[in-house]
């Protein structure tokens, strides 16, 4: 029973912080979809919310099945493994806790290998209630590119 | 640039031209250079790609090699998308170039009367197919697929089904014109091997007289085989291998009138990543200008389908090629399909679902009803009246419906009405009306009809063909076989061919025949030439049809009409020929339904309208070494095609040699029930004859069968969609599965179509049994949750049963591979000095004749020989070295040895490779039904040296094994003479010799 207790109290936190919300959009938009071998991968985003939030944080993760094959090979970067292989992930880019005003976001492409990506973005957003107290909302959205010469 | 050139015509004429041709062959190592920058295509050839590439030159005549009058030279480079090609035609006549621009059609095949240059692209290892894109003066081009036409001739059939998506510039200047080209790689169907090969013909008119010269020492504008190979380190294969499949289209009329045809298609992603696709669906005409098109993005990750549904919008009734392209983000194309498609908007819909085939009732349908679901597309009325009116226009049978309730079935009992004519009328208002002709016909004994899935009845009762191509009514015919599929068009009247199709009956088969029969005796035809073929059916034609068909159809054993072999590869057979052909035929004979035998997808995508049922062949072509030169799949894609078009198929699945092994039982069982899988309907195996030579052949087709004929209802039903999924190793990802279902029954049938040893996990839906039973296995697989998992050697099919007894009730498989392995030893009997066994490469019995003969081989000769088709056309040889091969009892007829009709005193001498003490010759011979062996006496001599001695004659032998025994001699050559023959019996008397 407590199992289940802490199931569902888990279940519940993650609701609040990353649920579908109706009050809550995400668009992103890659600003060039296919971008040179190297290049800084650049994307926008636009997006709804309740008064008072504003975007806080970003990153970008993929999972393995969505990107060449030999990324992780080639870039060196390590892969969360989850029983389920196509849930496996990599952690393109872990919470940047800066968001630019013109809101582009950029991130190097260095020794990525050619090939199809599609990736998730997250924004973070937060809000302070009438207590001062902090709300936090994750929300998230796909982004497809390529690199390619 | 120019002045170069101007300075290599001075070369020309100072003479030095043939000097300058040596040594440019000399150094011809076309490389292909890599483009880092791709060349703008304008003509002039001036990029920086161009500049590093060196011309390639040293063109000769076609067959004589002589060197032209006009010189050609080209360049060629790539990259990972494109290839490019550049190519300079020297002109001294350029005011006098051939531009026949305006009579000329996109598939003209006289497109090459224009001077033109011709870019030959091959890329298939097997050299199965290509691609050429002409390319005259002004820019016109014309695009061509050429496929093998599958008689190992390498004779190439030119498909105009192919868009190639190049972008191509020409250039005139005053004594040159060039051509600059960018083809897509895309475009020409890559597979996974690349092997490439290119070339460049040229068709020069311009001059006195007319000069076709090639780059490649060529015979012939098809050629492929001599084409310069050239390597392309930097195209990765894997980037294009996509498939689409399950191509299916829905017309209507959307709510601003306009007609919609609305395109699904599933893209298959099998290169080995994440793609992003964007997919364009587009109508072309028969000219490939672009009607309407509309495309979508999709992704998707590796192994994974996407079904991509796209309208296109604003469309008239008519016929299109239904162009499916996918390209890449950065507008690479990674694959074309050109379906031709009709769109027929009908404001009244009227889906027949029974009578289920050709719109007749047969008096043998257990179902009499007729069934229809009725619908509106972009009208709207208050009323629809729908009935059934008889011949006179009388309504039999009324319901009104309410416009608004429409879609409705509607169904009137068929049972009493008399036979006859009658229509099913649906009039929506005033304005709309359309009705569709239902015939009820009368009993024909050995009537043939089709249900919904295509399941074949005679006379009412559920029939699975399974029959022989090149089968003689006097061919040992066994219990699995039921039917023949006859070539012969030599009646000499309707008795006689009615009396070859009792012959066939007697023996339980049923046949399948020509319906062009002129009945004048000859074995080629006059008014159903295939050059008559080109056009419309002609008056004559249509003439006898009419008067020969309804007397032809009455013989109860006919099967179905064969309509058509491999009309692709006939010289301009007309597919319109076939659809007004197939239309009269089904007038004139209700009874069998039309095959259309097709050797490939493109063949039946041109073909299909004109028959009843498709019926291709899909040779795999083995390889000793495992490897094949079609995919082991390929019978699935073939099977997948066919469905995609809408008709029943059956399959001519490969029973001779083709590559260089014949299948073993393992192989032509994967493809029978890979076939079915893909709901497959019947079988008629390519050929019986050919099959003799090979102990697999003669003991699988008839293994198989006797399988078939216990789970006959079961393959029979069409395989449930989505039935059963399949986890496989990589490297098995073409593994095959489907799931049947049959008063209570399953059956679920799977095939390994990798050479791999692998275990494959599957997860099954619906009610199926915890336990299921392997076909000839004597053994059970446990579901647990709908889940099992199973080993597979190579090529290895499984068949899964409910029912295990049904599953016992045949011989099992590891007796089955065993009778084939000792049939092949056995065919080398240790002490016999001429025994060859079995060999798959008979062929090279030619050779063996002509002096080519290895050492330890026997030489055999004789007075005459009777020959056949197969030995004097086919194989062009004697039927001497087939009486070494082992094969006694089985022979095939054009394996067993007969004198020539002039020859009175016939004889046969075998020189053997050393001499030898011999003691023992045993002659095998036929005998008949009657019990009259064909040979009764022989004798045998021996050479000493100076003549032959006779060592001993027999005479009066009664069986099929004629013994003569003498005492031991030392001997080199013997002689085999004073043969009697049996009087009435064949003159076909020996199928094998043995020396002891």
């Known amino acids: 029973m407590k199992k289940i207790i802490v199931c569902f109290a888990l279940i519940f936190a993650g609701c609040c912080l990353f649920g579908k919300d109706a009050g809550f959009t995400l668009k992103p938009e890659v600003l060039t979809k296919v971008v040179q071998p190297g290049s800084p991968l650049k994307m926008t985003f636009k997006w709804t919310c309740p008064e008072g939030y504003v975007p806080k944080a970003w990153r970008l993760v993929a999972y393995v099945p969505n990107i060449p094959s030999d990324f992780a090979k080639v870039t060196g970067n390590k892969i969360t493994p989850h029983k389920m292989k196509e849930w496996s992930s990599v952690f393109i880019k872990n919470w940047i806790w800066k968001i630019p005003a013109d809101k582009v976001l950029e991130i190097s492409t260095a020794k990525w290998p050619e090939g199809d990506y599609k990736m998730a973005l997250y924004i973070l957003l937060e809000a302070r209630d009438a207590q001062n107290k902090v709300k936090n909302k994750m929300i998230a959205e796909n982004i497809l590119f390529t690199i390619k010469k | ?996």
């Not at chain 2, 929506?428 to 399941?455: F, T």
């Open chain 2, 1 to 996: 640039m120019r002045r170069s050139m101007l300075k290599y015509m001075e070369k020309m004429k100072s003479g030095l031209f043939l000097l300058s041709a040596l040594l440019s062959l000399t150094a011809v190592s076309a490389e292909m250079n890599f483009a880092e920058k791709a060349p703008v295509i304008n003509g002039s050839g001036d990029d920086p790609v161009w500049k590093k590439c060196s011309w390639n030159s040293g063109f000769s005549i076609y067959k004589t090699h002589a060197v032209p009058k006009a010189e050609t030279r080209f360049k060629l480079a790539y990259d990972r998308d494109n290839l490019y090609f550049l190519v300079e035609a020297i002109e001294p006549f350029m005011n006098k170039l051939s531009v026949k621009d305006k009579l000329l059609q996109r598939n003209s095949e006289s497109f090459w009367m224009n001077d033109t240059v011709e870019i030959l692209m091959v890329h298939d290892p097997a050299l199965k197919f290509y691609h050429k894109v002409i390319v005259d003066s002004t820019g016109k081009f014309q695009e061509v697929y050429f496929g093998d036409d599958n008689t190992g001739r390498s004779v190439y059939t030119p498909f105009f089904q192919w868009k190639s998506y190049a972008v191509i510039k020409t250039k005139r200047y005053a004594d040159r014109w060039t051509v600059e080209c960018a083809v897509p790689i895309g475009s020409l169907d890559p597979g996974k091997n690349l092997k490439w090969r290119f070339n460049i013909n040229r068709n020069r008119h311009a001059g006195k007289g007319m000069e076709i010269s090639s780059w490649a020492k060529v015979k012939g504008s098809s050629h492929p085989a001599v084409y310069r190979e050239f390597s392309l380190p930097k195209v990765n294969a894997a980037y294009f291998q996509f498939a689409s499949d399950n191509i299916s289209g829905k017309t209507s009329l959307n709510k601003a009138k306009q007609i919609v045809h609305e395109v699904s298609a599933d893209l298959i992603n099998l290169t080995g990543n994440f793609r992003i696709v964007q997919v364009k669906y587009e109508l072309l005409d028969q000219m490939f200008r672009s009607h309407v098109s509309n495309e979508k993005q999709t992704h998707l990750q590796n192994g994974k389908f996407s079904r991509v549904k796209i309208p296109l919008t604003n469309i008239k009734n008519g016929k299109y090629f239904l162009s499916i392209s996918y390209w890449s983000p950065a507008g690479t194309l990674l694959k074309q399909t050109l379906i031709p498609t009709v769109i027929h908007y009908q404001p009244i819909v009227i889906n027949l679902f029974r009578p289920a085939y050709r719109n007749n009732i047969y008096a043998t349908m257990p179902d009499k009803t007729i069934e229809a679901e009725i619908a509106l597309d972009g009208i709207q009325t208050e009323m629809v009246n729908v009935s059934l009116k008889d011949q006179n226009g009388k309504a039999l049978f009324s319901r009104k419906y309410s416009g608004k309730a429409l879609p409705a079935k509607v169904s009137f009992p068929g049972k009493d009405l008399a036979d006859g004519m009658y229509f099913l009328e649906v009039a929506a208002g005033k304005e709309h009306k359309r009705s569709i002709e239902i015939r009820k016909l009368p009993y024909q004994p050995g009537e043939v009809w089709l249900d919904a899935q295509g399941v074949t009845h005679v006379d009412g009762k559920r029939y699975l063909p399974y029959g022989w191509f090149i089968f003689q009514a006097s061919d040992p015919k066994t219990e699995a076989f039921n039917s023949q599929l006859n070539y012969g068009i030599g009646a000499r009247n309707l008795e006689s061919f009615h009396r070859n199709l009792t012959n066939y009956a007697n023996v339980g088969m049923k046949s399948i025949v020509f319906p062009y029969q002129e009945f004048n005796g000859k074995h080629e035809w006059t008014i159903f030439a295939h050059s008559t073929r080109v056009g419309s059916l002609r008056p004559e034609q249509k003439a006898h049809l009419e008067k020969y068909i309804p007397e032809m159809k009455k013989h109860p054993s006919i099967l179905a009409w064969y309509f058509a072999d491999e009309p692709e590869s006939r010289g301009g057979n007309n597919p319109q020929w076939f659809v007004q052909t197939h239309e009269l035929m089904q007038k004139l004979d209700p009874y069998h339904p039309n095959l259309m035998l097709n050797w490939g997808i493109s063949g039946m995508q041109q073909f299909y309208e004109g028959c009843d049922i498709l019926i291709p062949d899909c040779y795999i072509g083995y390889r000793a070494d495992g490897t094949t030169e079609k995919p082991r799949w390929a019978i699935s894609d073939w099977m997948k095609a066919a469905a995609n078009l809408g008709k029943p198929a059956w399959i001519v699945p490969q029973v001779f040699l083709w590559g260089n092994a014949a299948p073993t039982f393992d192989d032509y069982r994967a493809e029978v029930y890979q076939a079915l899988i893909h709901n497959c309907k019947g079988f008629q195996l390519y050929n019986f004859a050919e099959s003799r030579l090979h102990s697999s052949l003669t003991i699988a087709p008839d293994a198989v069968g006797m399988e078939l004929k216990q789970i006959k209802d079961l393959v029979l039903e069409n395989t449930i969609p989505g039935a059963v999924t399949v986890e496989t190793p990589e490297g098995a990802e073409h593994f095959q599965a489907g799931l049947k279902y049959w008063k209570g029954d399953y059956v679920l049938i799977t095939v390994n179509t990798s050479m791999k040893n692998i275990k494959a996990d599957f997860t099954v839906k619906g009610n199926v049994p915890g336990t299921l039973y392997v076909l000839g296995e004597k053994r059970s697989v446990k579901l647990k949750n709908g889940k099992f998992s199973d080993h597979f050697g190579p090529a290895e099919t499984h068949v899964y049963l409910t029912s295990r007894k049904t599953s016992d009730s045949v011989e099992d498989l590891f007796s089955v591979r065993k009778r084939v392995a000792e049939m092949k030893a056995n065919r080398k009997k240790p002490d016999n000095k001429v025994a060859l066994g079995e060999i798959d490469h008979f062929r090279i019995y030619r050779d063996w004749e002509h002096g080519k003969r290895p050492a330890h081989v026997a030489e055999i000769k004789g007075s005459s020989d009777l020959g056949s088709w197969f030995t004097i056309h086919m194989y062009k040889m004697s039927t001497f070295y087939f009486l070494f091969d082992g094969v006694t009892d089985h022979s095939s007829d054009f394996m067993i040895w007969g004198p020539a009709w002039n020859d009175r005193k016939p004889w046969i001498e075998i020189t053997l490779p050393k001499e030898e003490t011999i003691s023992k010759v045993v002659l095998y011979t036929l005998v008949s039904k009657n019990g009259k062996a064909r040979l009764t006496d022989a004798g045998v001599s021996y050479h000493n040296g100076k003549e032959f001695v006779k060592l001993k004659t027999v005479s009066g032998r009664k069986g099929n094994r004629i013994e003569i025994t003498f005492p031991a001699v030392k001997a080199k050559k013997i002689r085999l003479d004073g043969f009697k023959l049996t009087p009435g019996e064949p003159r076909k008397i020996l199928t094998e010799i043995e020396v002891y």
